[in-house]
């Protein structure tokens, strides 16, 4: 006899593979299932997907999440889609894909970035109006028979439903507003992009309809299945970690790092490109700051100089080679001998916004090691934390617990790291995948279990341990800090004279 029969599945199209898992209605996780595929790239500014593998992916990892947990479809009461964003594809009127998708990481629209610049102001800096505006430039043909633009979590929940759907964080990459609808229009009518391009925006939570016939056979859910909206990965994670209270913050590391807090303060700096936009939670606001390559960081350095750790794996399953290398860099003094890491390996988000960024080691010496190298990537990865909150700090937003999740929070090490930086205690839940159980939370509330979002965290949320900071070392980070953001000013000159 099971235990529950309350069941609610969360899917996260991430951008490196797709993570499915059911939960009860109590957050206990009942399966998960991951399958992995590739970004294709084409020099340093293109980067694209397809999203049929998406598709695949998902049909994929509930059929194994099913099989695992010995679950029929008609058990799984609900189920909603986190995604990567801004990341975006043209369809037809069958929801069949005109082009590749164009992912967040990409910076194919710069010239459409400056042009767009004196039309419409900051707005073109939206993340998504000049990737349409690329297409109907570029690709006129393929605009033009383009019936909707959909993000990851639209495309997913229109192959599940048939319905095309978005919801407020996704659409607020065009500009979209929860409270305010009309600057929406008003820009994409200027610069005669059809609105009608653009799916339906809800509220995340919303019950989009059920899984229709076709997906059903396809993916061995139920057709009473509920599907219900999601969001981007950053923002429905909010819900998994739950980050539903003033000034609780959550750390979502993974391929990069987003740290999402709750403020009851509405804020907007221009400088640092900090803005609020609501929370689900009312009278409460999301603030976000996006940084881009902290796991890739790690990932580079496992892909070039961790040869021993990834055949280690191959002898061994169960070795991990991110594991081994942060042991590795826990060998390693507090402050790595000096070395300092930038981990703009992609170009920088928030706080610098600088595509042109790249990756510096700075200060090595001939005393320097490989542990030394790591521990100084792990250090940078947490300075560029403890760059944008002490920003934020200084404009007023509170922080009072913070939160990780993301596949860097399974390592202990690197939690006590970051907790030592940023000089706070922070808390690590049960459930890393915060998007996924997220997900599952939306599902729980859009399906009808739970009354609210509230109700359904304080139900489904665990927090597993917590790290204290060790307080001696806070002079030593509060000095590498300095020093972190003062290599940046003192180099950012350099990096657009670097040859391509």
């Known amino acids: 006899m099971r235990v529950s029969s309350m069941f609610f599945m969360g899917i996260d199209v991430g951008t490196t593979g797709c993570k499915a898992g059911i939960y009860d209605e109590k957050g206990r996780l009942i399966s998960k299932a991951y399958m992995e595929y590739p970004i294709e790239s084409r020099g340093h500014e293109m980067f694209e997907q397809s999203a049929d593998t998406w598709w695949s992916a998902v049909r994929k990892v509930i059929r194994s999440c099913l099989d695992h947990a010995r679950l029929t479809g008609e058990e799984v009461r609900g189920v909603a889609i986190s995604g990567q964003a801004p990341t975006i594809v043209p369809v037809d009127r069958d929801g069949n894909p005109l082009h590749r998708a164009i992912l967040w990481m990409d910076r194919r629209a710069e010239k459409e970035v400056e042009e767009l610049t004196e039309a419409i102001g900051d707005l073109a800096k939206l993340p998504l109006i000049p990737k349409i505006y690329w297409f109907k430039k570029r690709l006129p043909s393929i605009y033009e028979k383009s019936h909707k633009f959909l993000q990851t979590t639209d495309f997913i929940t229109y192959k599940l439903t048939g319905k095309y759907v978005t919801d407020w964080y996704n659409a607020s990459c065009i500009g979209y507003l929860p409270d305010n609808e009309s600057p929406y229009i008003k820009v994409l009518t200027s610069l005669n992009i059809d609105p009608d391009k653009l799916p339906e925006v809800v509220k995340t939570g919303t019950p989009v309809g059920v899984v229709h016939e076709k997906a059903a056979r396809e993916t061995g859910l139920s057709r009473r299945t509920m599907v219900v909206m999601g969001s981007i990965d950053a923002f429905i994670a909010m819900l998994g970690c739950g980050c539903i209270r003033d000034g609780f913050a959550c750390d979502i590391t993974g391929t990069s790092t987003c740290i999402m807090i709750s403020s009851s303060k509405r804020l907007y700096n221009r400088k640092h490109r900090f803005s609020s936009i609501k929370h689900l939670i009312e009278g409460l606001w999301i603030i976000s700051a996006p940084i881009s390559t902290t796991g890739a960081s790690l990932k580079w350095f496992k892909d070039n100089f961790g040869l021993l750790e990834t055949t280690l794996k191959d002898i061994l399953p169960e070795a991990d080679a991110y594991d081994l290398l942060i042991r590795e860099g826990g060998v390693a003094e507090p402050g790595a001998g000096g070395l300092i890491f930038l981990p703009y390996l992609a170009g920088e988000r928030s706080p610098i916004w600088d595509p042109n960024a790249r990756g510096v080691f700075f200060g090595i010496t001939l005393n320097h090691k490989r542990h030394h190298v790591i521990r100084a990537l792990l250090e940078g990865c947490c300075l560029a934390a403890k760059h944008n909150l002490n920003i934020l700090t200084s404009l007023g937003v509170s922080i009072k617990k913070y939160r990780v999740c993301g596949g860097a929070s399974k390592s202990d090490l690197w939690n006590k790291i970051k907790a030592d930086v940023l000089g706070m205690k922070i808390e690590k839940l049960l459930e890393h995948d915060a998007s996924v159980l ?44 300095d020093l972190y953001v003062e290599l940046y000013e003192r180099v950012k000159d350099l990096y657009p004279r670097i040859p391509k």
Do not use: Q, T
């Open 438 to 481: 997220g997900a599952a939370i939306a599902a729980a509330v859009g399906s009808g279990y739970y009354s609210s979002f509230e109700r359904a965290c304080e139900k489904m949320v665990r927090v597993e341990k917590e790290y204290s900071p060790n307080l001696e070392l806070k002079d030593l980070y509060d000095k590498l800090l």
